[in-house]
């Protein structure tokens, strides 16, 4: 049976009502402030694991995919430059692994940067998944192979 509370309303005087005329202390942000959030996070998550494969797999495409990385995410964080990874000695039997969140956060980021009409993030995003793609076919070639 429903038993009416004893205590008072949390929300009663609320600093953070909506009711109608009422101001509220919290920030708001518009809907492409939180899309450039989103993808900055995607792109930096992406960039550390690029960093990451950098260091068992070293190539000039995952330096320069780290590089257009790190530029998005400055430009969307207004000029504030992303922590980088240390590259590691990660080992051999984690590249797929790495490869295939690599690629998941790649398509991430592709669909924050499409929902938000950015070019520039959005085909550096689709470079990525096709580069996470095929690194992740040849292990499979590899492993079939051997």
């Known amino acids: 049976m429903y038993e009416p ?12 009502s909506t009711m109608a005329g009422t ?5 708001h942000r518009s809907r492409e402030e939180e899309l ?8 930096s998550a992406l960039l550390a694991v690029t960093d990451e494969l950098r260091g068992p797999a070293p190539s000039a495409d ?9 530029q998005q995410v400055t430009r969307l964080r207004g000029g504030r430059t992303p ?4 590259t590691s000695a990660a080992r051999e039997s984690r590249l797929a692994a790495l490869h295939q969140r690599a690629h998941s ?3 991430r980021a592709l669909v924050v940067a499409a ?9 550096l995003a689709a470079e990525r998944m096709e580069a996470h793609a095929a690194a992740l076919a040849e292990e ?3 492993s079939t192979a051997g």
């Open 5 to 16: 509370n004893r205590t008072p309303s949390s929300h009663k005087g609320s600093v953070h």
């Open 23 to 27: 101001t509220s202390d919290f920030p």
């Open 36 to 43: 450039d959030i989103q993808l900055a996070g995607h792109l």
């Open 62 to 70: 995952l330096d320069g995919a780290a590089a257009r990385l790190a």
């Open 83 to 86: 922590a980088r990874a240390a």
């Open 105 to 107: 956060l790649a398509g």
């Open 115 to 123: 929902s938000r009409a950015d070019t520039k993030a959005a085909i």
């Open 140 to 142: 499979q070639e590899l």
